[in-house]
């Protein structure tokens, strides 16, 4: 893939409506909203399943917490995807469930990603 193809690859969004409408107003424009507890997993699954088999997703962001509820697809995609799209676990308003956040984002990119980072 040419770097000039990544570039134009979306983001999406997997979330609660204060992190949709946060990164709407950052210019985002594949998000998903999950607002109905009851059906949250189902709708989690379907939004997860949708950006994963999009070929103009590069990044899902989706909060650690909707991660977590589904966290057997999101390992299995980890681990039968190719290197895109990255699935990327965000804290959510009540805060992340990593005792040392910049630890766990460094071995994230390199697991990931295939280098380090500095933050």
């Known amino acids: 893939m040419s770097t000039s193809s990544v570039r134009n690859m979306e983001i999406a969004v997997i979330g609660d409506l204060e992190l949709v409408s946060a990164?709407?107003?950052a210019?985002?424009?594949?998000?998903?909203?999950?607002?109905?507890e009851r059906h949250a997993d189902e709708n989690i699954r379907k939004a997860l399943k949708e950006c994963m088999s999009d070929p103009g997703v590069?990044?899902?962001?989706?909060?650690?917490?909707?991660?977590?509820?589904v966290a057997d697809a999101v390992s299995e995609y980890r681990q039968t995807k190719?290197?895109?799209?990255?699935?990327?676990?965000?804290?959510?308003?009540?805060?992340?469930?990593?005792?040392?956040?910049?630890?766990?984002?460094?071995?994230?990119?390199?697991?990931?990603?295939?280098?380090?980072?500095e933050l």
Do not use: N
């Open 23 to 25: 990164l709407r107003l």
């Open 58 to 69: 590069g990044v899902v962001v989706m909060l650690e917490e909707f991660a977590e509820m």
């Open 82 to 117: 190719s290197v895109l799209p990255v699935i990327v676990q965000v804290p959510s308003k009540r805060g992340t469930r990593h005792p040392d956040v910049v630890a766990y984002y460094k071995q994230f990119c390199r697991k990931y990603l295939g280098f380090d980072i």
């Open 27 to 36: 210019g985002l424009r594949k998000t998903y909203a999950i607002q109905e």
